[in-house]
């Protein structure tokens, strides 16, 4: 190439870059000030759930609201983070009001006492917001694309406060296999300008302590493995109950008002059964005693059930946060079942889980240093890696694509099973 072509083309690399970084930054502002807010909504309003029992009392109006709402706003047949993905991949039109409604049927999910989590509802927020900015400023499709991943990464870094996870999780999970270059720059611009917002606004970084750290030797390496095999298998239970749930209730209660009020109804029995509300809301205050005290061995499977039960019938949320509860739990469980100790295997479960259930490896190991630190790095690689091979083409999300097989490297191009 001639000097003159090599001039002219870091030109234009350097305008792009400008551009994304400008851009980056709104983003970032935009989506993580909005991303503190559904923080601050979420956390009040179960906190007030909280200190008073009865509320979870109230959940069958709560779920014929969030019902209603969808129906008002023409929103019935909503994917979910599914549309996230689809609007990326696919060019399906993302509208703005999508984080409207996933901001406020959160919310009142944690109120009413569901089981979820916050990342997924991030996903759409930051997407949605995103897409309507693209429209706005009139960028072509390519581009589109390109900010509604980096909206995802914004909402992300807010609420849970791990930037480069945010960042590349949403250029990894779009198609599984292959990871999409062209965004890394806005991504982690508009990552980092919105956890800097949250951070400004009071939003404590989602952090974790493990007690004791192995040693990287041929023995812990041996018992690693066939640990994260039986993490990988939970996250399979895991995502089966989630799409076994939905399609059950669907099948059963064809009626969106009866199909919540059920559900509903058996959320409370299942509360009243448990004597606590330690299975309602994200469970976060679990997650961080399975690193102090080994947890019971039911704890993950109750959670499962809440998980599914509340996502099942109609409610809103993610599954990140309760995916983390039950490999938190799960790992702190079996670790010393495999001479680990339960703190590490509390760690160690919550990665593993998570890139089993988002098909996300790379995004998984940059997490567990996020979160754990690096000394461990390389056992948490070896989980990441085995996780991802045994769990299989399973995962959350019905419309992330497989680009590539798992276990050869073989161009396979299928999108995951579809709920029925």
Same mark, same amino acid.
């Given at each position: 190439?001639?000097?003159?072509?090599?001039?002219?083309?870091?030109?234009?690399?350097?305008?792009?870059?400008?551009?994304?970084?400008?851009?980056?930054?709104?983003?970032?502002?935009?989506?993580?000030?909005?991303?503190?807010?559904?923080?601050?909504?979420?956390?009040?309003?179960?906190?007030?759930?909280?200190?008073?029992?009865?509320?979870?009392?109230?959940?069958?109006?709560?779920?014929?609201?969030?019902?209603?709402?969808?129906?008002?706003?023409?929103?019935?047949?909503?994917?979910?983070?599914?549309?996230?993905?689809?609007?990326?991949?696919?060019?399906?039109?993302?509208?703005?009001?999508?984080?409207?409604?996933?901001?406020?049927?959160?919310?009142?999910?944690?109120?009413?006492?569901?089981?979820?989590?916050?990342?997924?509802? %991030?996903?759409?927020?930051?997407?949605?917001?995103?897409?309507?900015?693209?429209?706005?400023?009139?960028?072509?499709?390519?581009?589109?694309?390109?900010?509604?991943?980096?909206?995802?990464?914004?909402?992300?870094?807010?609420?849970?406060?791990?930037?480069?996870?945010? %960042?590349?999780?949403?250029?990894?999970?779009?198609?599984?296999?292959?990871?999409?270059?062209?965004?890394?720059?806005?991504?982690?611009?508009?990552?980092?300008?919105?956890?800097?917002?949250?951070?400004?606004?009071?939003?404590?970084?989602?952090?974790?302590?493990?007690?004791?750290?192995?040693?990287?030797?041929?023995?812990?390496?041996?018992?690693?493995?066939?640990? %994260?095999?039986?993490?990988?298998?939970?996250?399979?239970?895991?995502?089966?109950?989630?799409?076994?749930?939905?399609?059950?209730?669907?099948?059963?209660?064809?009626?969106?008002?009866?199909?919540?009020? %059920?559900?509903?109804?058996?959320?409370?029995?299942?509360?009243?059964?448990?004597?606590?509300?330690?299975?309602?809301?994200?469970?976060?205050?679990?997650?961080?005693?399975?690193?102090?005290?080994?947890?019971?061995?039911?704890?993950?499977?109750?959670?499962?059930?809440?998980?599914?039960?509340?996502?099942?019938?109609?409610?809103?949320?993610?599954?990140?946060?309760?995916?983390?509860?039950?490999?938190?739990?799960?790992?702190?469980?079996?670790?010393?079942?495999?001479?680990?100790?339960?703190?590490?295997?509390?760690?160690?479960?919550?990665?593993?889980?998570?890139?089993?259930?988002?098909?996300?490896?790379?995004?998984?190991?940059?997490?567990?240093?996020?979160?754990?630190?690096?000394?461990?790095?390389?056992?948490?690689?070896?989980?990441?890696?085995?996780?991802?091979?045994?769990?299989?083409?399973?995962?959350?999300?019905?419309?992330?694509?497989?680009?590539?097989?798992?276990?050869?490297?073989?161009?396979?191009?299928?999108?995951?099973?579809?709920?029925?």
């Amino acid at each position: 190439m001639k000097i003159t072509d090599q001039i002219k083309e870091t030109g234009r690399a350097v305008m792009v870059l400008v551009r994304w970084i400008i851009l980056g930054v709104i983003t970032g502002l935009i989506v993580g000030i909005t991303g503190t807010a559904f923080h601050y909504c979420t956390e009040i309003l179960a906190e007030a759930r909280s200190e008073n029992k009865w509320i979870i009392f109230l959940m069958p109006v709560c779920g014929i609201f969030i019902v209603w709402l969808y129906k008002k706003c023409d929103m019935s047949n909503d994917k979910g983070t599914n549309a996230v993905l689809l609007a990326v991949r696919e060019d399906e039109v993302l509208p703005l009001k999508t984080a409207f409604l996933i901001f406020i049927s959160t919310v009142v999910t944690h109120f009413a006492g569901g089981s979820s989590g916050r990342e997924g509802a %991030a996903l759409q927020i930051g997407g949605s917001i995103a897409a309507a900015e693209g429209k706005l400023i009139h960028l072509d499709e390519k581009d589109k694309k390109i900010i509604i991943m980096s909206g995802m990464s914004a909402c992300f870094s807010a609420l849970f406060g791990t930037p480069v996870t945010a %960042a590349f999780f949403s250029i990894e999970v779009i198609s599984v296999g292959i990871m999409h270059y062209s965004a890394i720059v806005p991504c982690v611009i508009s990552s980092l300008t919105a956890y800097e917002a949250a951070h400004f606004c009071g939003v404590i970084p989602t952090s974790f302590s493990i007690s004791m750290v192995p040693e990287l030797k041929p023995d812990m390496i041996f018992r690693v493995i066939p640990f %994260a095999a039986a993490c990988a298998v939970i996250a399979r239970l895991f995502c089966f109950c989630m799409q076994s749930a939905a399609r059950l209730f669907r099948k059963y209660f064809r009626n969106e008002y009866i199909r919540v009020c %059920a559900g509903s109804v058996i959320i409370i029995v299942m509360t009243l059964i448990a004597g606590s509300q330690t299975f309602n809301g994200t469970g976060n205050e679990i997650i961080a005693k399975s690193f102090f005290h080994r947890s019971e061995f039911y704890l993950f499977i109750v959670k499962i059930l809440f998980t599914a039960i509340t996502l099942g019938c109609g409610f809103k949320g993610g599954e990140i946060i309760p995916a983390f509860f039950v490999g938190s739990t799960f790992g702190s469980f079996l670790g010393p079942l495999f001479g680990i100790d339960y703190s590490f295997g509390a760690g160690t479960g919550l990665i593993a889980l998570f890139c089993a259930v988002t098909n996300c490896p790379i995004t998984s190991i940059i997490m567990s240093t996020e979160l754990f630190g690096l000394q461990s790095i390389p056992l948490f690689a070896l989980v990441c890696g085995i996780s991802y091979l045994i769990s299989g083409d399973t995962g959350l999300y019905a419309d992330q694509k497989i680009m590539y097989s798992r276990t050869k490297p073989v161009y396979v191009n299928k999108v995951l099973k579809k709920r029925s």
